[in-house]
């Protein structure tokens, strides 16, 4: 169907009274991986909290529809529920609320009475040992006191845990020895083969393009000033890795 | 009985004094523990326009003070462990009675003295030397309504004893509630003993609670005061022992037109000592509270390592929260520890939860509840702290 994805089109985002995104536009399709790389201060991560709906983002143009659900229009709750989630670069830590009982409440919320507590734990279980996390987990406070990396694979095992439609991942891979990088890897690669998981469409921000190692993009797209410059395959992204983005910034700054 | 009218003044609520247990406290000692009452300031917080409450001004209405006020219910004693009313434990244990009874600082404050003056019914517990009391001592006070109560407990362990002790306080519509807890212990015991006041509305609750712990014994205090209209408490731990590790936690959350006006003291009169305080308070509705927290340490107290953690949550436009952390530290040679946070709920935690589909309404209250929960755990008995959670949940709403 033609209005499947997450369909981004000629958004622009003030932050704090200066515009940050200066006319996105991006379809991400079901099942499909896009790589959006860029250097700092591009617009990147923006882009990831104006479509989560972030009340300090403030989008002043443009639509986002995910499978043809108008998501601009909706509270930030209902962005999730409808299927979009959000993998922080730094999420909250909340002391006294233990990370079971948020995932619990957080499949609960974006799927209702779908499975029982005990196929729930058992499904749980099985998600972290594939990002090599300690059951010890589930006991501890959300993100309290927890390193990058635990943060991080706390966000993949909340992942593979709400199965979204659409996943974007914001700068997960930095901060990440290799090990975590490829259980990262693993733990999306087992979503993505999965009944749930299978149709999930990807957005990865990302600096660097080791991530793309685990996960291979199908596209990928070079962010710089708020816009969208370059978009291409694979190649692309071993171009940045070899030249870094200034050689793309003289480019376009020949076209321009 | 009576004596002469040049000793006790004629007041009301001293001719009320007359007939209480002599045996438990002499009549002449409830007269000056009374006389005491009448003439120490509250030291507390005057009224003003975040604060409605005159504590000075409180006293008990004589013509409803009543031996049957209150009813003690003891659970969970086991048989070497002594835990009977105070009646019974001035005639029966008078010399065990004697080593805590009054031996603390918690007739020197204003309510505490009140307390002692009409000191009657009461529980009294005491554990044999080395032994550890593995089931959690209850002691319900359920109180008459519209009543004026007196609730007194003194808890006694000798060295290496080791038990927990749980006071609950429940019912008294409209009552008036003056308690004590007096904790003497030997050393190297460990004691922990907690209080949950749940007091119907219109109550007004004046704890003093004091602990006098033995050379390096462990003693914790665990304060949940969520019921009556008002609240008045005073906990402390006098830390005149090496060796000792003193904690006090204490949970508070003062909703439609509640008050509570908590004041914490550790005194470290010797070093190589240590306290933990952590205070979990919020506020909602029209909810107030005032909570000072004193540390002391004194000039020779080398090497404490003292801690006061306190945080405060307003969930309304209207509560209030007065946080006032006092560190008087007199030595040199010491670990002091302060934090302390105010404020409303954390928006980037909301959005976190909400960006995961949790609605706004059921984000708030999952940050709000886990806000005490590092607290709870300081509480005994899975039991009383599902019990906590239930309160706090109904409070938060």
Same mark, same amino acid.
């Given at each position: 169907m033609s209005d499947q994805g997450l369909r981004i089109a000629g958004l622009y985002c003030n932050v704090a009274g200066n515009e940050i995104l200066k006319g996105i536009d991006l379809v991400v399709e079901p099942g499909k991986v896009h790589a959006l790389m860029g250097p700092n201060g591009s617009g990147k991560s923006t882009l990831a909290f104006s479509l989560t709906g @972030?009340?300090? #983002?403030? *989008?002043t143009k443009g639509t986002v529809t995910l499978d043809g659900e108008d998501l601009l229009a909706l509270a930030a709750d209902k962005r999730a529920r409808a299927g979009l989630f959000l993998s922080f670069q730094y999420p909250a830590a909340i002391p006294g609320v233990k990370v079971a009982n948020f995932l619990h409440a957080a499949r609960q919320a974006e799927r209702p009475g779908d499975l029982p507590p005990a196929k729930f734990r058992a499904l749980l279980l099985e998600k972290m040992e594939l990002l090599g996390m300690d059951p010890s987990f589930m006991g501890r406070y959300l993100n309290d006191g927890f390193s990058g990396g635990e943060k991080k694979r706390l966000e993949m095992l909340q992942l593979a845990v709400l199965a979204p439609k659409y996943a974007v991942l914001d700068e997960t891979d930095s901060g990440l020895d290799v090990d975590a990088l490829k259980a990262v890897g693993e733990s999306i690669g087992a979503l993505r083969a999965s009944d749930e998981g299978r149709d999930t469409g990807f957005l990865i921000i990302t600096h660097y393009p080791r991530i793309l190692q685990h996960v291979k993009a199908d596209v990928v797209h070079v962010m710089i000033d708020g816009r969208i410059v370059k978009t291409g395959g694979e190649d692309l992204a071993l171009r940045i890795e070899r030249e870094g983005y200034d050689t793309i910034r003289e480019e376009i700054g020949a076209i321009a | 009985m009576q004596l002469p009218s040049a000793t006790i003044p004629e007041t009301e609520l001293h001719r009320r004094l007359q007939g209480l247990d002599a045996t438990l406290l002499p009549l002449k000692d409830r007269a000056a523990a009374l006389d005491r009452f009448l003439a120490t300031p509250s030291g507390r917080q005057r009224p003003s326009r975040f604060w409605r409450v005159d504590l000075d001004a409180i006293a008990p209405n004589p013509e409803t003070i009543s031996s049957d006020a209150v009813t003690v219910r003891v659970e969970n004693a086991p048989d070497r462990v002594v835990a009977c009313d105070l009646a019974t434990a001035a005639r029966e244990y008078a010399d065990l009675l004697s080593r805590a009874f009054g031996t603390t600082d918690a007739a020197a404050t204003k309510f505490g003295a009140l307390a002692r003056a009409f000191a009657g019914t009461g529980c009294f517990v005491y554990v044999p030397a080395d #032994?550890?009391? %593995?089931e959690t001592i209850g002691i319900t006070y359920s109180v008459a309504s519209n009543a004026v109560a007196f609730c007194y407990t003194v808890v006694l362990l000798e060295h290496g004893a080791r038990a927990t002790v749980l006071e609950r306080y429940a019912g008294g519509a409209n009552a008036f509630v003056c308690a004590i807890t007096e904790a003497v212990t030997g050393e190297s015991s460990d004691l922990t003993c907690a209080a949950y006041q749940r007091l119907d509305a219109g109550a007004r609750f004046f704890v003093t609670r004091a602990a006098l712990p033995g050379r390096d014994a462990k003693i914790a205090w665990a304060s949940a005061d969520f019921g009556a209209d008002l609240t008045v408490g005073d906990v402390s731990a006098t830390v005149a022992q090496p060796g000792i590790e003193a904690a006090v936690t204490s949970l508070f959350f003062p909703t439609g037109s509640q008050h509570v006006d908590i004041v914490s003291t550790v005194d @470290? %009169? *010797?070093?190589?000592s240590s306290s933990r305080t952590h205070v979990k308070s919020a506020a909602a509705g029209s909810g107030q509270a005032r909570y000072l927290g004193n540390i002391r340490i004194a000039a020779n107290a080398q090497g404490t390592d003292s801690s006061l953690r306190d945080d405060a949550l307003l969930l309304s436009q209207r509560a209030h929260i007065d946080s006032v952390p006092a560190l008087e530290i007199s030595a040199n040679d010491v670990k002091a520890y302060h934090g302390a946070t105010v404020g409303a709920l954390d928006e980037e935690q909301i959005f976190y939860l909400e960006s995961r589909g949790i609605d706004r309404t059921a984000a708030e209250r999952m940050i709000a509840l886990g806000f005490f929960e590092p607290a709870i755990a300081a509480f005994p008995t899975e039991t009383l702290r599902e019990g906590l959670r239930e309160a706090l949940r109904a409070k938060v709403l």
């Open positions: @972030h009340p300090q #983002y403030d *989008v | #032994y550890d009391c %593995a @470290h %009169a *010797v070093g190589e």
